[in-house]
């Protein structure tokens, strides 16, 4: 019960003024402090700013019911007590964002505790539930190998908070999460691949990561949703792999079929260079294409372009 309720149902208020000493003694009686005005005629709302641990804050003016969350190293009860997570009654830094799944923590940046430090991430808490952890980002026009990229070994400018966005960059983003800990200091249940525009998801592909390698995930028979209505586990691919057909430079593909440059067909692919077919002969940096519809596309004719193809993880 929240402790003004209290407080007045102790009081007996139902309307008219409140002399001092009934306060005093339904203070007595509830435990419940509260800040009174000047002329201690009605009680306002409890002090957190007092600099006194009072009534359910769990550090000194903060926690609770009523006051904000408490800094890192305050005591607490739960996550709601904490800037961050309440972890064996003291407030830290979650160590992914699906942590801080709970009302009123918005999508952004922020700080995971990963291997005993401090590393600045950023978490969709609104797509499917939230509580998604940004891990991969390629930028279309901006030159590199996106299967390489993945594969690095070594994070990429994951300390950057300018590229700790779902929004295009002027780099690439790999964090250390993909490079060290994938399901070893880190846990992932699922993997989304999203297509971005404007930093909005536009096309996504939703996979059951447990238990996987870094690229074994990837794969049909881990699919578990996506923005196609004839994509399923058991759909008929010709390439469905993060490496792709390394020899025309496609990678991150799901193909459904080749019969030549008119006829060529799929839902994603990121290609990075100059090849024999019109759609990409002009290739001289990352340029990730989807199909527009809920359904194949083919390839030369109407693929659509992202801004940015995100891993996010959870």
Same mark, same amino acid.
């Given at each position: 019960?929240?402790?003004?309720?209290?407080?007045?149902?102790?009081?007996?208020?139902?309307?008219?003024?409140?002399?001092?000493?009934?306060?005093?003694?339904?203070?007595?009686?509830?435990?419940?402090?509260?800040?009174?005005?000047?002329?201690?005629?009605?009680?306002?709302?409890?002090?957190?700013?007092?600099?006194?641990?009072?009534?359910?804050?769990?550090?000194?003016?903060?926690?609770?019911?009523?006051?904000?969350?408490?800094?890192?190293?305050?005591?607490?009860?739960?996550?709601?007590?904490?800037?961050?997570?309440?972890?064996?009654?003291?407030?830290?830094?979650?160590?992914?964002?699906?942590?801080?799944?709970?009302?009123?923590?918005?999508?952004?940046?922020?700080?995971?505790?990963?291997?005993?430090?401090?590393?600045?991430?950023?978490?969709?808490?609104?797509?499917?539930?939230?509580?998604?952890?940004?891990?991969?980002?390629?930028?279309?026009?901006?030159?590199?190998?996106?299967?390489?990229?993945?594969?690095?070994?070594?994070?990429?400018?994951?300390?950057?908070?300018?590229?700790?966005?779902?929004?295009?960059?002027?780099?690439?983003?790999?964090?250390?999460?993909?490079?060290?800990?994938?399901?070893?200091?880190?846990?992932?249940?699922?993997?989304?691949?999203?297509?971005?525009?404007?930093?909005?998801?536009?096309?996504?592909?939703?996979?059951?990561? $447990?238990?996987?390698?870094?690229?074994?995930?990837? @794969?049909?028979?881990?699919? +578990? &949703?996506? *923005?196609?209505? %004839?994509?399923?586990?058991?759909?008929?691919?010709?390439?469905?792999?993060?490496?792709?057909?390394?020899?025309?430079?496609?990678?991150?593909?799901?193909?459904?079929?080749?019969?030549?440059?008119?006829?060529?067909?799929?839902?994603?692919?990121?290609?990075?260079?100059?090849?024999?077919?019109?759609?990409?002969?002009?290739?001289?940096?990352? $340029?990730?294409?989807?199909?527009?519809?809920?359904? @194949?596309?083919?390839?030369? +004719? &109407?693929? *659509?372009?992202? %801004?940015?193809?995100?891993?996010?993880?959870?």
């Amino acid at each position: 019960m929240p402790r003004l309720v209290a407080l007045l149902l102790a009081l007996g208020c139902s309307g008219g003024e409140v002399a001092p000493a009934d306060i005093d003694a339904a203070v007595v009686e509830t435990g419940i402090v509260l800040d009174v005005s000047t002329d201690g005629q009605y009680p306002i709302f409890e002090s957190c700013a007092d600099g006194v641990r009072n009534g359910s804050e769990t550090d000194i003016d903060c926690g609770g019911a009523e006051c904000g969350p408490c800094k890192l190293g305050s005591d607490c009860i739960r996550n709601e007590d904490c800037a961050g997570v309440c972890r064996d009654t003291v407030c830290a830094l979650p160590r992914a964002c699906s942590e801080l799944r709970r009302p009123g923590i918005k999508s952004g940046v922020h700080d995971l505790e990963i291997e005993g430090s401090k590393v600045p991430f950023y978490c969709d808490m609104v797509t499917d539930e939230g509580g998604y952890t940004m891990v991969f980002k390629i930028t279309s026009g901006v030159a590199g190998q996106p299967a390489s990229l993945w594969t690095a070994g070594a994070p990429l400018n994951d300390t950057d908070k300018t590229l700790l966005t779902p929004s295009k960059s002027t780099k690439h983003y790999l964090s250390r999460v993909v490079t060290k800990l994938w399901n070893l200091g880190f846990k992932i249940d699922d993997v989304r691949v999203s297509a971005m525009i404007g930093g909005k998801e536009v096309k996504f592909f939703k996979f059951d990561a $447990r238990g996987s390698s870094v690229v074994n995930w990837f @794969v049909p028979a881990r699919l +578990t &949703a996506s *923005s196609y209505g %004839d994509l399923a586990p058991t759909t008929k691919t010709n390439f469905f792999a993060i490496a792709g057909d390394p020899a025309s430079h496609r990678e991150w593909f799901i193909n459904k079929a080749y019969g030549g440059c008119t006829v060529d067909s799929g839902w994603l692919v990121a290609d990075w260079a100059p090849d024999p077919c019109a759609w990409e002969s002009e290739n001289t940096a990352v $340029r990730v294409l989807f199909a527009p519809g809920d359904e @194949v596309t083919t390839w030369n +004719t &109407a693929p *659509s372009r992202a %801004d940015a193809l995100v891993v996010f993880v959870r």
